[in-house]
């Protein structure tokens, strides 16, 4: 038993001090100490010794089972500190270093005048209509009174998809749209995005655009002139001169455009020692609006009575709006996420 017992002893001391995990050191504890154990059998075999060997044998096995008890207990405990350590080695954070600093989004410049515009139409109780960007040429032209082969459809470069789909050139379908299902009288805005093969410092492949109109008995061209003057002068200032051309759009009769003075070049057509200005190429004027009275034959194709019901309407590029309100040169740079151009705005 002596011999036995002081075998137990070191080979499970042995075991304890080369473990390295809280597993291996509960495997160790299971199969000493615990119901199965290599002790616990020995304590439970007590009893089959002679009654005058018991007292000693008991001691010295609860002797035994104390010393384990201990030394699994400090292994344990020591495994625990060790892993810590190697965490808060491995984890060490310099908490004197400075934060990461989070850039705050801003709004972007064309989003920012959109809304305006939006804004000032909301105001004077216009309703909100959108359209799809890619139309079918029926709601693009032909109900606009441009049929085909018409050369009004030159002065709009249009990107087409297929079977007879193309990316809308102007908000003007969703006019029709609008018209085909409501009646007047109507009071309507559309922004969003239109596309035309056209790329340089005042043209972008993608634009957007504001599509206004308004159809009801008695409409005329001076709620027209009355409606553009005054969110014009919301959107820029009251003394921003204005000027109304005569003009030509196949679904309006008559028809403007409407050209703002150039706040880059302030309408003398040249910038810093005698530039030409690029934006409005030295006319001194930009053309940010066409419009006109909605023609008959638009009225026709949706199914309202041009003897009772008349109209205006108009679309206007945001675009250019927002490089004249921010004297910004180059439509480009509105696409080009240069943060530099962006950080300037909202
Ligand atoms: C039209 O698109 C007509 N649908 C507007 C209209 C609506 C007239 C209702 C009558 C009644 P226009 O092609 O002129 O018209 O374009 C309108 C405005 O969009 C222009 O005045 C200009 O400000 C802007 N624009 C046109 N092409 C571009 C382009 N490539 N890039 C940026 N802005 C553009």
Redo the contacts with the bound molecule.
């Keep these: 038993m002596n011999e036995s017992l002081e075998t137990l002893q070191q080979e499970v001391l042995e075991r304890i001090h080369h473990c390295n995990s809280e597993t291996e050191i509960e495997e160790v504890r299971v199969e000493t100490l615990g119901r199965g154990g290599r002790l616990t059998s020995m304590l439970r075999g007590l009893k089959d010794l002679p009654a005058e060997e018991r007292p000693r044998a008991g001691e010295q096995l609860n002797r035994l089972r104390k010393l384990f008890e201990e030394r699994i207990e400090d292994r344990f405990r020591q495994i625990k500190e060790q892993a810590r350590a190697k965490t808060l080695k491995d984890e060490w954070i310099d908490i004197t270093l400075p934060g990461t600093r989070w850039e705050r989004g801003r709004i972007h410049p064309l989003t920012l005048v959109m809304d305006e515009i939006i804004d000032v139409f909301w105001g004077m109780g216009f309703e909100i209509a959108r359209g799809p960007d890619i139309e079918d040429d029926y709601h693009n032209f032909e109900a606009l009174n441009i049929p085909q082969d018409h050369p009004a459809r030159d002065?709009?470069d249009t990107f087409f998809v297929s079977n007879g789909m193309l990316l809308r050139?102007?908000?003007?379908p969703v006019q029709i749209r609008t018209m085909e299902s409501r009646k007047p009288p109507l009071q309507i805005i559309v922004p969003g995005a239109v596309y035309?093969h056209?790329d340089d410092a005042?043209?972008?492949?993608m634009?957007h655009?504001v599509?206004g109109?308004m159809v009801d008995r008695h409409i005329t061209f001076a709620d027209l002139k009355g409606v553009l003057t005054h969110v014009l002068q919301q959107i820029f200032s009251q003394d921003t001169g204005v000027r109304f051309r005569p003009s030509f759009?196949p679904?309006?009769e008559p028809?403007a455009?409407i050209d703002i003075q150039c706040l880059i070049c302030g309408g003398k057509g040249t910038i810093l020692e005698g530039q030409t200005c690029r934006v409005c190429k030295a006319t001194g004027w930009l053309?940010?609006?066409?419009?006109?009275m909605i023609d008959p034959e638009v009225f026709r194709f949706v199914g309202y009575d041009p003897e009772k019901f008349s109209g205006f309407?108009?679309?206007?590029?945001v675009?250019?709006i927002a490089m004249l309100k921010y004297g910004i040169d180059d439509?480009r740079l509105f696409f080009q996420n240069d943060l530099r151009f962006l950080r300037q705005f909202g």
């Design positions: 002065m709009q050139t102007h908000t003007s035309r056209d005042t043209h972008s492949p634009f655009q599509e109109f759009f679904f309006t028809s455009e053309e940010i609006l066409g419009a006109g309407a108009f679309g206007m590029g675009e250019r439509i």
